[in-house]
């Protein structure tokens, strides 16, 4: 890893730079509108400088994502008059807030649909029945775009009176339990046929083998599944705050900044929402790689 | 070990002895209306006693015979179904279940010789399963008289299909062939072509995979108010969320796949003198093609979502996210499982496409061998 820093600093540079450069000609068709209507003619310098400071840009530059993203965090929160320094609780102006709001529902439904879809692979792998019958669809349903049906899960539960943060962890639930189970089955199969016999030769109960042998011996796919699990989850959650026109939530700061035209809000909220994935794929590499070590298991 | 001499299902089949039992006794009960109807309780105590008598047979044929049994009960009790159901309905209900349940067991644990035999039971077991929900499904909505704004029964969901085909047409045409399949085609187009200039430049592969598989794993969706405002409600802006969606999960795959070809047989194209472009044809990247496949796989279902999802942010009025999406405002939910059954079918066969497409291309790889 040590000697991949230099090239990923520098793509991660050169796409910074491609930004910019594509700022100042996507934005200048306004500036120039602009200047045309109150008859004066731009030069260069300005062109430049008015494209990366608009209010409303079609492509915000980075630097403006980056304000944008200071502010709505730490300068609100420290100084906003809602902020957590005068109330002592999260703005419900600043990112923070809304982040907590999508991490809250994406995390208790990937606790959720994780936990339920290890306990069906249990169930498949040793049931032959169920093996037979639920396998196929589970792998089937990989290939279908399941999202699809979480407005309308979010609508009829609303209907039904559940609101808030249910609905949208049961669609990260369902997103994220698919990978899980596929994943599992494959891990706690990974035995061989030699490891299995050693088991019998010790009289192992199917309990113990399940305990000593198999669990163990799934922790690399486990792992495997859960970050795929997370993306899922975070993506399930965001998507469910759209239909309601949710009021809180990362997705609704993409929706209320689609409706108003503030395009750096939702860069703004679509960086946090990169951060927020990122930040939990990590921790569960980390942990993934804390665990692996402990049991021996180096990558 | 007495667990391992019993026969597979006959917990199942006991819970079912009870339920018909129940059925039968609740049926003496005078019940205004709503009973099953005797043919379909005669049928599932005949499956019963078939499921006694194979106890001793154990013959594929004696089980044949009972599924037939049940599948007879459990559409008797569909015909002539009337909302207020007497609670004798709700037995039956339960048997109708457990017999399926108790089918499903025994087939799995059938012993077979025949190598046919098998196949054709990893066929029918999930479609019996498939077919047991679907006839909860509908027997539970309609039985329980569920509101169709919360939950359509299936043939409601079928006769909506059936009805409003031309519509349907459109919006897959609008959200699938011109939204997701030309994003698609640009977007893996483009990984591709950015990974054979990557592959040329160690230090470009070195520093464009950590960042590729970082976004691989991002919400790009979340790009999908911003194309639509730069592209449109047309499929244009759909078509620039998918390209975005699919691009770096096709770019890392492509990558990696380049890497593939061992060492050993990059020494021997050099032995022959090939040039990169040689090289790269005959030995690299038909070797990469299991890993290009794979990322065409994953990106086949990354498309429709995309596709979809950006359809939510605005579109024009058609499309399967605004059938979707507007159906739900409208409490029209018959459509909206009718469209999400048609992607469903869309994707899972454009996914079995490219997967028979796999098999051809990479018929040497040993993932595809020995089958």
């Known amino acids: 890893m040590r000697g991949a820093l230099v090239p990923v600093l520098t793509v991660v540079a050169v796409i910074i730079a491609i930004w910019y450069a594509a700022v100042i000609p996507v934005n200048s068709q306004w500036v120039l509108d602009q200047a045309g209507r109150a008859g004066v003619e731009v030069s260069t310098a300005e062109l430049v400088r008015e494209t990366l400071s608009q209010d409303r840009p079609r492509l915000p530059a980075p630097h403006q994502v980056g304000a944008e993203m200071w502010n709505s965090t730490f300068v609100e929160e420290w100084r906003g008059p809602q902020g957590l320094m005068n109330t002592g609780t999260l703005s419900p102006r600043s990112l923070f807030w809304h982040a907590w709001v999508t991490l809250s529902a994406t995390l208790v439904g990937f606790g959720i649909g994780t936990g339920l879809g290890i306990l069906l692979a249990v169930g498949i792998v040793h049931n032959r029945a169920m093996d037979l019958s ?59 046929a030699m490891q299995l016999d050693l088991m019998k030769t010790y009289n192992a109960s199917r309990p113990e083998v ?6 163990p011996s799934s922790m690399p796919y486990l792992f495997a599944s859960l970050k795929v699990g997370i993306a899922a989850a975070l993506i399930g959650a965001i998507v469910g705050e759209l239909p309601t026109g949710a009021v809180a939530g990362l997705g609704a700061r993409l929706l209320s900044g689609s409706y108003y035209g503030q395009t750096i809000q939702i860069w703004a909220a679509l960086f946090a929402a990169a951060i927020v994935a990122a930040g939990m794929v990590a921790i569960v590499g980390a942990i993934q790689r804390y665990t692996l070590r402990r049991m021996g298991m180096q990558q | 070990m007495t667990g391992e001499t019993r026969q597979p299902g006959w917990l199942q089949g006991l819970a079912m002895l009870l339920a018909v039992a129940a059925t039968v006794v609740l049926m003496m009960a005078p019940a205004p209306q709503g009973d099953p109807q005797l043919l379909a309780v005669l049928a599932l105590i005949g499956a019963l006693a078939l499921g006694a008598l194979d106890l001793r047979l154990r013959s594929p044929w004696v089980l044949a015979l009972m599924g037939a049994l049940i599948a007879l009960g459990a559409s008797g009790m569909l015909a002539d179904l009337r909302a207020p159901v007497a609670p004798s309905f709700w037995a039956m209900f339960l048997a109708v279940w457990l017999g399926a ?76 062939v011109m939204g997701a399949l030309t994003g698609y085609a640009m977007g893996c187009g483009a990984a591709v072509l950015v990974a054979l200039a990557v592959d040329r430049y160690d230090f470009l592969r070195r520093g464009l995979l950590p960042v590729g598989n970082f976004a691989a794993a991002l919400p790009i969706v979340g790009t999908a108010p911003i194309m639509v405002m730069w592209f449109g ?139």
């Open chain 1, 134 to 192: 639920v396998m196929p669809w589970a792998i089937a349903s990989q290939t279908i775009p399941i999202i699809a049906i979480a407005p309308m899960i979010i609508v009829v539960l609303n209907a039904v009176g559940v609101t808030g943060l249910i609905p949208k962890a049961i669609i990260s639930a369902y997103l994220s339990f698919f990978p899980v189970v596929v994943g599992m089955v494959t891990g706690l199969r990974s035995p061989d």
């Open chain 2, 233 to 371: 409600f047309g499929w244009q802006s759909k078509a620039a969320v998918v390209v975005a969606m699919v691009f770096f999960p096709m770019l890392v795959n492509t990558v990696q796949g380049l890497l593939a070809s061992e060492a050993i047989q990059r020494d021997l194209m050099r032995t022959y003198s090939a040039s990169h472009r040689q090289s790269l044809l005959k030995l690299r990247l038909p070797a990469a093609m299991p890993f290009i496949f794979n990322g065409l796989k994953i990106c086949s279902t990354l498309a429709l979502i995309g596709a979809i999802v950006a359809e939510f942010f605005g579109s024009p009025t058609h499309g399967m996210g605004f059938r979707i999406s507007s159906g739900v405002g409208r409490l029209q939910l018959d459509m909206v499982w009718a469209t999400i059954v048609i992607a469903a079918i869309s994707g899972s066969s454009f996914y079995g496409i490219l997967a028979a497409l796999e098999k051809r291309v990479t018929f040497w790889h040993p993932s595809q061998r020995g089958r």
């Open chain 1, 210 to 215: 399940f305990a000593k042998l198999r669990w």
């Open chain 2, 101 to 176: 349940w108790m089918l499903e067991e025994r087939l799995a644990n059938l012993a077979l010789r025949s190598e046919i035999g098998r196949r054709i039971m990893a066929l029918i077991v999930p479609l019996i399963f498939g077919l047991t929900l679907l006839w909860l499904w509908e027997a539970g909505v309609r039985g329980g008289n569920v509101p169709p704004v919360i939950l359509p029964a299936p043939t409601d969901i079928a006769a909506r299909m059936a009805g409003s085909g031309t519509t349907l047409w459109r919006d897959f045409h609008a959200t699938f």
